[in-house]
């Protein structure tokens, strides 16, 4: 009885200080002021994640998560904290290390280093294994004064002078999903030396960039990566699969190619393509026209013809040799042909219509294209419509 008054007191004490922080107002509130607020707030934030690892292991201990009817900690810190199961998995790791690093987590909760300074020296011991112990007070010692980046770079010097770099080859996969408008995300572990591979590719798609390029690294590197995928389907060398090359199938109808909303576009596996994307991927593709009857039952398939014969791309290529855009001078094999009004709208097939974009520009064009349509969109999302032939490209 005492102990829950003892904890709710605590927790109101915390509750009720932060209310008192959160209830000023700010308006007058210098700059200099704010920077000690930051500092401040950031080593409040440390203090209490020590105290949450802390507490967390000791749950653990006492079956805490057994007792409340969950598989695991992670799924406890997931379903009752609202936790991304990621992080919670996280969350419990670098408790149960902590408990194990009794220099590191004193430093912690003393605030005489930050959350990230803890984390990455708590990732150390685990790599380290039991060596981490004769040396964890002078690492402490030595990172105190340090910020977060520099620590990280002690630690990581000191990690390759007790541990021989392994190469883990087990560790190497890559992940992927994709969101519900078709974001995708990709995250996983390169071996040495395929990241030294696919490091001199990006290197040689991304360099070096047009004066006015505002894209940022990582933006380049992604459309290096999206290059490279899309050459490799494109190059007649590439191994076939069911007869055929691999190459992105779309399945749209009339009303998406030609810009207009509310009908069907998206991959075969049924996975959504915004409209502008569709474009841009129609204006330099092969296309075969596929023909529904009422049931999606399949009528009639055309022939697969590209939208852009091979005589008219080599024309193209002689005469423009790199992307249109002004100021890129990306190189014809890594640009798409253009029509500069689409074939979907009537615009015809020939020279005069027809000009290099790399794929980074043909794409915002058609992203610019389709906001200055975007007045003609209908403003209400009209139910997903079946009937209408869609083309496969
Ligand atoms: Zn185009
Ligand atoms: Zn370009």
Same mark, same amino acid.
């Given at each position: 009885?005492?102990?829950?008054?003892?904890?709710?007191?605590?927790?109101?004490?915390?509750?009720?200080?932060?209310?008192?922080?959160?209830?000023?107002?700010?308006?007058?509130?210098?700059?200099?002021?704010?920077?000690?607020?930051?500092?401040?707030?950031?080593?409040?934030?440390?203090?209490?994640?020590?105290?949450?690892?802390?507490?967390?292991?000791?749950?653990?201990?006492?079956?805490?998560?057994?007792?409340?009817?969950?598989?695991? /900690?992670?799924?406890?810190?997931?379903?009752?904290?609202?936790?991304?199961?990621?992080?919670?998995?996280?969350?419990?790791?670098?408790?149960?290390?902590?408990?194990?690093?009794?220099?590191?987590?004193?430093?912690?909760?003393?605030?005489?280093?930050?959350?990230?300074?803890?984390?990455?020296?708590?990732?150390?011991?685990?790599?380290?294994?039991?060596?981490?112990?004769?040396?964890?007070?002078?690492?402490?010692?030595?990172?105190?004064?340090?910020? /977060?980046?520099?620590?990280?770079?002690?630690?990581?010097?000191?990690?390759?002078?007790?541990?021989?770099?392994?190469?883990?080859?087990?560790?190497?996969?890559?992940?992927?999903?994709?969101?519900?408008?078709?974001?995708?995300?990709?995250? @996983?572990?390169?071996?040495?030396?395929?990241?030294?591979?696919?490091?001199?590719?990006?290197?040689?798609?991304?360099?070096?960039?047009?004066?006015?390029?505002?894209?940022?690294?990582?933006?380049?590197?992604?459309?290096?990566?999206?290059?490279?995928?899309?050459?490799?389907?494109?190059?007649?060398?590439?191994?076939?699969?069911?007869?055929?090359?691999?190459?992105?199938?779309?399945?749209?109808?009339?009303? /998406?190619?030609?810009?207009?909303? @509310?009908?069907?576009?998206?991959?075969?596996?049924?996975?959504?393509?915004?409209?502008?994307?569709?474009?841009?991927?129609?204006?330099?593709?092969?296309?075969?026209?596929?023909?529904?009857?009422?049931?999606?039952?399949?009528?009639?398939?055309?022939?697969?013809?590209?939208?852009?014969?091979?005589?008219?791309?080599?024309?193209?290529?002689?005469?423009?040799?790199?992307?249109?855009?002004?100021?890129?001078?990306?190189?014809?094999?890594?640009?798409?042909?253009?029509?500069?009004?689409?074939?979907?709208? @009537?615009?015809?097939?020939? /020279?005069?219509?027809?000009?290099?974009?790399?794929?980074?520009?043909?794409?915002?064009?058609?992203?610019?294209?389709?906001?200055?349509?975007?007045?003609?969109?209908?403003?209400?999302?009209?139910?997903?419509?079946?009937?209408?032939?869609?083309?496969?490209?």
């Amino acid at each position: 009885m005492i102990r829950t008054y003892v904890r709710y007191n605590v927790m109101s004490g915390l509750r009720s200080a932060l209310e008192e922080w959160t209830g000023e107002d700010l308006a007058d509130r210098s700059v200099d002021d704010l920077a000690e607020d930051l500092a401040e707030l950031e080593l409040v934030a440390g203090l209490i994640e020590a105290e949450r690892a802390r507490r967390l292991h000791l749950f653990r201990a006492k079956k805490g998560p057994d007792i409340h009817g969950y598989p695991s /900690a992670t799924a406890f810190l997931a379903h009752r904290c609202r936790i991304a199961t990621g992080r919670a998995r996280r969350l419990v790791a670098t408790a149960e290390t902590a408990a194990a690093c009794p220099t590191v987590s004193r430093a912690w909760a003393a605030g005489d280093i930050s959350a990230d300074q803890a984390r990455r020296l708590l990732e150390a011991a685990e790599t380290a294994g039991e060596v981490f112990a004769s040396a964890e007070e002078t690492l402490v010692d030595i990172v105190i004064p340090l910020d /977060a980046d520099d620590t990280a770079r002690a630690v990581g010097y000191w990690l390759h002078t007790v541990v021989e770099p392994r190469i883990e080859d087990s560790r190497r996969g890559v992940s992927m999903s994709q969101t519900f408008n078709g974001m995708g995300r990709i995250d @996983g572990w390169l071996t040495p030396l395929a990241y030294q591979a696919l490091y001199i590719a990006f290197d040689t798609l991304t360099a070096p960039p047009a004066p006015d390029d505002p894209r940022t690294p990582r933006q380049r590197r992604h459309d290096a990566l999206e290059d490279l995928a899309r050459n490799y389907l494109e190059n007649t060398d590439t191994p076939t699969v069911g007869g055929e090359r691999p190459h992105i199938n779309i399945v749209c109808d009339l009303q /998406a190619l030609a810009g207009v909303a @509310g009908g069907r576009h998206e991959t075969e596996d049924g996975d959504i393509i915004d409209i502008p994307t569709l474009r841009a991927l129609a204006c330099d593709s092969a296309v075969s026209r596929i023909v529904l009857g009422s049931d999606t039952e399949i009528i009639d398939v055309g022939r697969r013809t590209r939208t852009i014969p091979a005589a008219l791309r080599r024309a193209v290529i002689a005469r423009d040799r790199h992307c249109t855009h002004p100021g890129c001078r990306r190189r014809a094999r890594w640009c798409d042909v253009h029509h500069d009004q689409h074939w979907a709208d @009537g615009g015809p097939t020939n /020279a005069e219509n027809c000009r290099l974009l790399c794929r980074y520009h043909h794409t915002l064009l058609h992203r610019r294209e389709a906001a200055a349509r975007q007045d003609t969109y209908p403003t209400q999302v009209t139910p997903l419509q079946r009937g209408p032939p869609p083309v496969v490209l």
